[in-house]
């Protein structure tokens, strides 16, 4: 039975491009605002051997990557420190249900103004951006442990710091992770909306331009490698978590 | 036989934060446990076993009385416990949380493996030391907490209702397995359960608390032979008399709680 399931996973993705490909071809859509899937993987192409494409994916992966990383490090380290220490969250506490409502792409005038047009304000807004994220779910991983495990620890002879480092870092990855993969989407929207402004690089920007110059094919082929780098990051993610937390059910 | 620990006058009052109130969970516990005994505590629900437990532990500091401890080895850990929700670490498997207590202690390595392994030869879980804990039945992982207090050595062992949550069947293994263990090992164990049955098959005596405020409302030895079966006629009996003195206590806390 779920194999005849499994096949229509296959089917309706081939279905869906035949029948776009038909709709255009029969010239019931005006093909300047949606090409035909053979000219958008023709643009693809051509994007690709021209060096375009793989060069603008580079650069914005760059951003996006700097922006994560940092991004993730700081939040980890803060929320660990915050869900753990009272008085490192009455001290956070307040800053951080100040800037989180904002908009992280509405910093990004500020920052161009402190860091200057190139990639370093990018990548702090992409970073303010992860910060926040795995900032509040690492907390919440902190907060949710079972608090039998912690006098589990203390019980069986653990030091504070054992604790922290034996009890409440395993114990938070979870909702670590969490924050990983929102921080990871959110990463991808604000190196989009950085390249709007200030760059003659990345994807953002290639689209941008594309559009600007009504190539529609490659605001298609733009689009869809921005969707391959959400898949890719989410794999990327999974695997990380499964070599991690080899205990959960995933 | 010896007295490991004297508990003296040992009190625990709550108070609820929001409202001001307090609430006396202990009132007044004197006791002396015996070395290599097994302590059965039972009582009804809220009598504050559980607290006097963790007090016993260290996880919880009395309002005012005092723990005697006569312990012989002073290098040696006084106490270890099993949880009732097992408490085991989910992110470690059978082996690494046995682990644990020696590892945080400063055990060097190559005696931590071996004294792990003695132990889950010991509670049979031959098979089992790559598994996690989610991969395990209850009361396998019951198993794995009992074996993870006694990696430590402790020369007393704090059972706070192990095996509550355990289904009838598994729970009946199990408690056969405890009085083995407590044999091999020569232990003192302190066992606290709501369970009068269990107390009968396991206590060499026991103890008997009122209701809230707890206090010890009797101390009764058990001298019947082991392996003990509650079907027998003596435990049959001493059943009845526990069940008649509690029966009091459990009325009086469902009065103190309006619901009578």
Redesign the interface.
């Known amino acids: 039975m779920w194999r005849r399931y499994r096949l229509l996973r296959f089917i309706s993705p081939i279905a869906f491009l035949l029948i776009w490909d038909l709709v255009v071809r029969l010239g019931h859509i005006n093909p300047l605002f949606v090409p035909s899937p053979a000219a958008v993987l023709q643009a693809t192409v051509n994007m690709t051997l021209d060096g375009r494409l793989p060069w603008a994916v580079a650069a914005s992966l760059n951003r996006v990557v700097q922006g994560f990383v940092y991004g993730s490090l700081i939040g980890i380290a803060l929320g660990l420190l915050v869900g753990w220490f009272r008085a490192v969250e009455d001290a956070v506490d307040p800053l951080v249900a100040a800037i989180y409502p904002i908009p992280k792409s509405a910093l990004l005038p500020l920052f161009m103004l402190w860091f200057g047009l190139g990639d370093t304000s990018k990548i702090v807004t992409i970073l303010t951006g992860v910060l926040f994220l795995v900032l509040i779910n690492t907390v919440t991983g902190v907060k949710a442990i079972d608090p039998v495990l912690i006098k589990a620890a203390r019980d069986l002879g653990a030091s504070q710091r054992q604790i922290f480092v034996k009890v409440v870092i395993p114990g938070a990855l979870p909702n670590i992770f969490t924050g990983l993969r929102l921080g990871a989407g959110v990463a991808l929207i604000l190196v989009f909306v950085t390249e709007l402004e200030a760059t003659r690089a990345g994807l953002g920007f290639l689209l941008w331009e594309s559009y600007q110059l009504m190539l529609v094919q490659q605001v298609f082929a733009c689009t869809v490698a921005f969707g391959i780098l959400g898949i890719l990051s989410t794999w990327l993610l999974q695997w990380f978590e499964r070599l991690v937390c080899p205990w959960r059910r995933l | 036989m010896a007295t490991i620990l004297r508990l003296r006058e040992i009190r625990k009052v709550w108070r609820i934060e929001r409202t001001g109130e307090e609430m006396v969970a202990l009132g007044g516990i004197s006791l002396d446990v015996e070395q290599g005994e097994l302590l059965v505590i039972v009582g009804p629900s809220g009598c504050g076993k559980s607290t006097l437990l963790q007090i016993v532990?260290?996880?919880e500091q009395p309002t005012s009385g005092a723990i005697e401890v006569t312990a012989s080895n002073s290098h040696q850990?006084l106490?270890?416990?099993v949880?009732q929700?097992y408490?085991?670490?989910?992110?470690?498997?059978v082996r690494e949380n046995i682990v644990?207590?020696p590892e945080?202690?400063g055990v060097p390595k190559d005696q931590r493996e071996a004294r792990a392994q003695a132990l889950i030869d010991l509670v049979h879980l031959k098979g089992f030391e790559h598994r996690?804990p989610?991969e395990l039945s209850g009361g396998m992982r019951q198993r794995v907490a009992l074996a993870?207090?006694l990696?430590?050595d402790p020369q007393v062992l704090l059972f706070d209702e192990p095996l509550a949550s355990l289904d009838a069947q598994t729970r009946k293994v199990l408690q056969v397995e405890l009085v083995r263990i407590w044999q091999e090992t020569k232990r003192t164990f302190i066992y606290v359960t709501h369970g009068l049955e269990e107390a009968v098959l396991l206590g060499d005596r026991v103890v008997l608390f009122t209701a809230r405020p707890g206090r010890i409302k009797e101390v009764v030895p058990v001298t019947l032979p082991r392996p003990r079966s509650i079907t027998g006629r003596r435990e049959a009996e001493l059943l009845d008399y526990l069940s008649e003195q509690i029966r009091d206590e459990v009325e009086r806390a469902l009065q103190a709680e309006g619901l009578t």
Do not use: D, I, Q
Not at chain 2, 87 to 93: H, K, N, S, Y
């Open positions: 532990a260290g996880l850990k106490t270890g416990m949880f929700e408490a085991l670490f989910p992110w470690r498997t644990f207590g945080v202690r996690y989610h993870r207090a990696a430590n």
